[in-house]
């Protein structure tokens, strides 16, 4: 079947725009996370959203990020604002999260290459 | 908050050589374990995974990694590597209790296989 997709690929932006990252997850995952993944930090946590529960945001790195996910499908992180220390590839995950913490593989996309002028 | 600690950051090897990639987590509580895979220009790959049971678990294409819990370890080995086997390989866990659900990746362990 088909895997986690995110659009687009690559996304060249000039500091200070608003950019929109864009995840379908796996169909029937009612999980879904957000990573960034950068040469200085490596592979870092930012949201995740459960079914239609209201999301854990802990992972995010400032009041500039945010994500949504509507109909408990698709899911869009936005970041305002960019700065270039927002360069990085945004990875997006889904998981069926299937007997609850236990059992819970994470199926990964293959990210949005953002760079920040 | 858990942690993740992988030792080597770059190992090359010769094919035919055995490996051992070294993976500690910080966290006292029940936790899952993964290794994913990240060949060059591709994206994450999961490599195996351990939840409960045996703690020795296999994975594709010959991996397999021991989930130690008096050491907080689980290593990865492969008997005899490939040149197909150079790639960047990341250790990661989430924690029940822990917090966020979200994985803890380790910083990666680059993998150069020399033929």
């Known amino acids: 079947g088909a895997g986690v997709s995110q659009s687009p690929s690559n996304k060249v932006t000039e500091k200070g725009k608003d950019v929109e990252l864009r995840c379908d997850p796996i169909?029937?995952?009612?999980?879904l996370y957000w990573y960034r993944q950068s040469l200085g930090q490596g592979l870092e946590f930012l949201i995740y959203f459960q079914g239609n529960s209201a999301p854990d945001k802990s992972g995010l790195p400032s009041d500039r990020f945010s994500a949504e996910r509507t109909g408990g499908s698709v899911s869009t992180l936005t970041i305002q604002r960019t700065q270039q220390e927002d360069s990085a590839v945004y990875l997006c995950a889904s998981s069926p999260r299937q007997g609850g913490f236990l059992y819970n593989e994470q199926f990964f996309g293959p990210g949005t290459r953002l760079t920040v002028l | 908050a858990q942690s993740v600690s992988q030792h080597n950051h770059h190992v090359i090897l010769s094919e035919a050589a055995s490996l051992e990639l070294g993976c500690n987590y910080s966290?006292?509580?029940?936790?899952?374990l993964f290794w994913y895979v990240q060949y060059p220009g591709q994206h994450l790959q999961l490599l195996l995974k351990y939840f409960s049971g045996d703690p020795l678990v296999k994975g594709i294409k010959g991996f397999e990694a021991e989930f130690i819990k008096s050491k907080f370890s689980f290593n990865l080995r492969k008997p005899s590597v490939q040149w197909s086997d150079t790639a960047e390989y990341f250790c990661a866990v989430n924690a029940e209790g822990g917090g966020a659900d979200g994985l803890t990746f380790g910083k990666g362990t680059h993998l150069i296989i020399q033929p």
């Open positions: 169909s029937g995952h009612t999980a």
């Open positions: 966290y006292g509580g029940t936790v899952n």
